[in-house]
């Protein structure tokens, strides 16, 4: 699980790195088509790391539940075990 979340930050970080320098190099450009690629540029500034941080708490709560699952599932294993020495 920590293997994936490291990949998703790291492509995130690769992402806005080339991001910033895509905005940077739209904004001196000049050509008809520069100011619809520097708003683009921008939004995607904003939106990838939104996206990023979205996946970041899905694995987390991921995880979450599949540790809750497990320590229910022992509990419950515990509680049979008491009822059938009580017998």
């Known amino acids: 699980m920590k ?7 790291l492509s995130g ?4 790195v080339a991001m910033y320098v895509a905005t ?3 904004a001196l450009m000049d050509s008809p088509n520069s100011f ?10 904003i939106v990838i790391p939104v996206i990023v941080y ?12 599949k540790e809750w699952k ?10 049979d075990n008491t009822k059938n020495e009580d017998i």
């Open 3 to 9: 293997k994936a979340k490291r990949i998703l930050a």
């Open 13 to 16: 970080v690769v992402l806005l």
């Open 24 to 26: 940077l190099v739209f």
């Open 36 to 45: 619809m690629l520097f708003k683009a540029s921008i939004y995607c500034t």
């Open 54 to 65: 979205s996946g970041t708490l899905i694995f987390n709560n991921a995880a979450r539940k």
């Open 70 to 79: 497990i320590d229910s599932e022992e509990k419950d294993a515990q509680d």
